[in-house]
T-cell receptor, first 111, second 111 residues
């Protein structure tokens, strides 16, 4: 079926710690995955993406890991800052550009 | 210099009314989308247009009608508004199958 889910609805971390947000997907035919960040009152903002022919991709302070064997995706944020507080969504892209979004994880950073 | 813009940002209206939400992108993208985000933050695609042609039409009531006058605009018209239509509606755009960029959202409240 078409579903992308997240393991944890909320995550609270201390400023400076690393954050890990997890996501499970069910469509094994999907070949492109994206992480979005949504701050309060704003639209989702692209963070990082990964194609299925990769298992790791790094950006600035963020890393996405893809495990196709168990259909698992994770977003790692290094040295989490208060500005990272937001809801994070993983999304799975199907043919024709249709994005299937996960439930969302609310990240809260304590100073 | 806003990439994807929507108007209005807030819309409060009575049940039974007809309303429109406008979306414009200045990124030169050829594909535009409408998403609905419910009170639990769940994001679901409603429609997608590529070069003014409808390519994704999810199972939404036919009271919702998208209209694309040109590649840079995708408007959403809603007839006979119902309480359940209350949500945040996001417009997005992309270049073919590339990353989708989202607008700031329109919060619709039906009383």
């Amino acid at each position: 079926g078409e579903s992308v889910g997240l393991h944890l609805p909320t995550l609270s971390v201390q400023e400076g710690d690393n954050s890990i947000i997890n996501c499970a997907y069910s469509n094994s035919a999907s070949d492109y995955f994206i992480w979005y960040k949504q701050e309060s009152g704003k639209g989702p903002q692209f963070i990082i993406d990964i194609r299925s022919n990769m298992d790791k991709r790094q950006g600035q302070r963020v890393t996405v890991l893809l495990n196709k064997t168990v259909k698992h995706l994770s977003l790692q944020i290094a040295a989490t800052q208060p500005g990272d507080s937001a809801v994070y969504f993983c999304a799975e892209k199907l043919k024709g550009g249709k994005l299937i979004f996960g439930q969302g994880t609310e990240l809260s950073v304590k100073p | 210099d806003t990439a994807v813009s929507q108007t209005p940002k807030y819309l409060v209206t009575q049940m039974g009314n007809d309303k429109s939400i406008k979306c414009e992108q200045n990124l030169g993208h050829d594909t535009m989308y409408w998403y609905k985000q419910d009170s639990k933050k769940f994001l679901k695609i409603m429609f997608s247009y590529n070069n003014k042609e409808l390519i994704i039409n999810e199972t939404v009531p036919n009271r919702f009608s998208p209209k694309s006058p040109d590649k840079a605009h995708l408007n959403l018209h809603i007839n006979s508004l119902e309480l359940g239509d209350s949500a945040v509606y996001f417009c997005a755009s992309s270049s073919s199958t590339d990353t989708q960029y989202f607008g700031p959202g329109t919060r619709l409240t039906v009383l």
